[in-house]
């Protein structure tokens, strides 16, 4: 490997232009596992890769691994709806998601990659007026923490968002929305790409196939792991495994309070632009959201299949629940068919809130439990998660979402549901 | 996995049935009872309810990386 890609720019692309082939080079492929590492982290999706550039980047860690079962880019991080947005209620979690938000608006430049950011707004829908309470309470909440947040009734719901207006009468009208314009999407997999050639560049070595089948420790403290090519000595080790973070939590001897379960997503044919924002609508038993992404398939997803699974594999009854109640809220897309249709390998966590801190030993971590929210919060996570990596203290943005919560009563309930993430 | 089978309804959809949660570990104390589950990745002892159905409460042992259903029974023993 002959060093870093080039600095991407107009200038770049002419110079390519006139150097002929050869000029662009891999973006990671080619480093060697080597036998011992300051930190290794364990996952090369959005977590982990951005984890690793932000120890690199803030806190100067080289001697830097990051190992990957598969491929960059291969779980979720590439299987998400790629909506990104700070609407939350608890202010332990909307500074956390704004900052997030924050990140993604100037990630491009950042990364000098293009992830394609597009704040094309994402709207939270209510059919009722008890709803339009919950959303209000919500959109206060943010207000008073500085985030965009515009409580629209039915009428600025439909002016912001015309197609809704598009069908004949319906049984459950819309009386109203939560509009926060800064929301919207980011292109999923340049992410991913984008944080592994920004953390190669800074000289870590992205290892894939490689995947960690356990941890050694001596005198309660962890020494390195054990992977499919053999032993890694690590002075640190960060597990950013979404969906299999309870699996880990089984390898290290410790019961997470976290459930493994399957969310499903799926998009249609490509269509001429139809969705100009992202519309989300939360009902008793389920939820829906629709977006249209820049290829033009539209793209649905909703709630989990409820029940345990590592299958990818999601049910008929979800799909056909999604797409029911997208039609109900969009009727024009009952006429478009289904192209492609995927599930991920959520972590469900019992509060609903994600997991950043130590497990087990005093120098192994874990970034994990995302729940609903993980690609949205990957510059902030990288950044906080790298903090906690390198300087032992949590940042204040994550200091509320250590493991102890759940046995201190000090839970991050959003819905305030109980301890089961399936019940709503 | 689509369908379960009801030790008194006999096979039905999976919608019919609710899963509640895993075994927690026997003798583990209030806080792991409410809040830790065992994630393993090829066998997992579940509670589940045929909700929409008989309303029997089942013990269910999975694996979760195939879908494949190991064994079921009530819960508390006994059967139809």
């Known amino acids: ?424 | 996995m689509t369908r379960l089978t009801c030790p008194f309804c006999g096979p039905r959809d999976l919608q019919e049935f609710e899963f509640r949660k895993t075994l927690p570990e026997p003798d583990s104390n209030a806080y792991a009872q409410v809040y830790e589950r065992a994630n393993r990745l090829e066998d997992s002892l579940e509670h589940w309810q045929h909700v929409h159905g008989c309303r029997a409460w089942l013990l269910i042992r999975r694996n979760p990386s195939t879908g494949q259903v190991l064994k079921l029974e009530l819960m508390g023993g006994g059967g139809p």
């Open chain 1, 1 to 424: 490997m002959k060093g870093p890609e080039p600095r991407y720019s107009a200038w770049a692309l002419l110079r390519a232009r006139l150097a002929g082939t050869g000029y662009w080079r891999p973006l990671w492929s080619g480093r060697r596992l080597r036998e011992a590492y300051d930190v290794v982290v364990v996952g090369a999706g959005g977590h982990g890769l951005a984890t690793a550039y932000h120890l690199a980047r803030d806190h100067h860690i080289r001697r830097m691994a990051v190992l990957e079962k598969r491929l960059v880019g291969y779980g979720n991080v590439g299987r998400n709806t790629t909506i990104v947005r700070s609407n939350y209620l608890l202010p332990e979690n909307h500074y956390f998601y704004e900052d997030s938000l924050r990140r993604w608006e100037r990630l491009s430049h950042d990364l000098n990659y293009n992830v394609m950011y597009s704040p094309r707004g994402i709207v939270d829908l209510a059919l009722s007026d008890g709803e339009m309470v919950g959303l209000a309470r919500r959109g206060n909440a943010m207000r008073l923490a500085a985030i965009d947040a515009q409580l629209l009734d039915r009428r600025g719901v439909l002016k912001f968002a015309p197609e809704l207006a598009a069908s004949g009468p319906r049984r459950f009208d819309i009386v109203g929305g939560l509009l926060q314009r800064r929301g919207g999407t980011v292109r999923h997999d340049a992410v991913a790409w984008a944080y592994a050639r920004a953390a190669t560049a800074l000289g870590v070595d992205i290892i894939e196939d490689c995947e960690v089948t356990g941890v050694r420790a001596e005198g309660g403290i962890a020494t390195g792991v054990e992977t499919r090519r053999g032993y890694v000595k690590a002075d640190r080790i960060v597990f950013a495994v979404a969906g299999h973070t309870g699996a880990i939590g089984e390898m290290l001897g410790v019961h997470l309070p976290i459930e493994t379960h399957l969310l499903q997503a799926m998009v249609t044919e490509p269509v001429k632009p139809l969705v100009s924002s992202v519309f989300v609508y939360v009902y008793p038993h389920g939820e829906c959201y629709v977006t249209q992404s820049d290829r033009g398939g539209v793209l649905m997803g909703g709630f989990m299949d409820g029940f345990p699974s590592y299958t990818q594999e999601g049910q008929w009854f979800r799909l056909e629940d999604v797409v029911q109640s997208a039609v109900a809220l969009l009727p024009q897309l009952a006429s478009l068919r289904i192209l492609r249709h995927w599930a991920g390998v959520q972590d469900m966590t019992m509060d609903g809130s994600f997991i950043i801190d130590r497990i087990r030993y005093d120098n192994v971590f874990v970034n994990g439990g995302w729940c609903y929210g993980g690609f949205k919060t990957i510059p902030a996570s990288g950044a906080a998660c790298a903090t906690l990596v390198a300087t032992g203290t949590a940042p204040d943005l994550i200091r509320a979402h250590g493991l102890a919560r759940f046995a201190t009563g000090h839970l991050l309930d959003e819905r305030g549901g109980g301890p089961f993430p399936v019940r709503l």
